[in-house]
């Protein structure tokens, strides 16, 4: 699976912990998309997540799925973490 940045607006404070929570669970349970990591505002109703999928289209489908708007779906290039970068371009991490 490959990883992607993804982008949501949302009404501000549109959506609770508890309902973020239920979609971290969810996105964990999924045959299609797995959630990686997210970054929320909910009170500005901005945020961003890195989920793992084959596609785009699967993170779309799963989006509409699950009833969360979002801006756009961005596949990953690189990513860093304190200062340590990786290329995820030759990098398969599909099953």
Request: net charge negative.
């Amino acid at each position: 699976m490959d990883k992607y940045l993804c982008f949501h607006t949302m009404p501000r404070d549109g959506m609770t912990a508890e309902q973020v929570c239920q979609l971290a669970d969810a996105a964990q349970h999924e045959s299609t998309v797995r959630g990686y990591r997210s970054f929320l505002n909910l009170s500005e109703g901005k945020g961003c997540c890195i989920l793992e999928a084959d596609s785009r289209e699967a993170i779309a489908k799963w989006f509409d799925k699950m009833q969360v708007p979002y801006d756009s779906i961005i596949p990953l290039e690189l990513e860093g973490d304190r200062g340590n970068v990786h290329d995820l371009r030759h990098v398969s991490t599909k099953t």
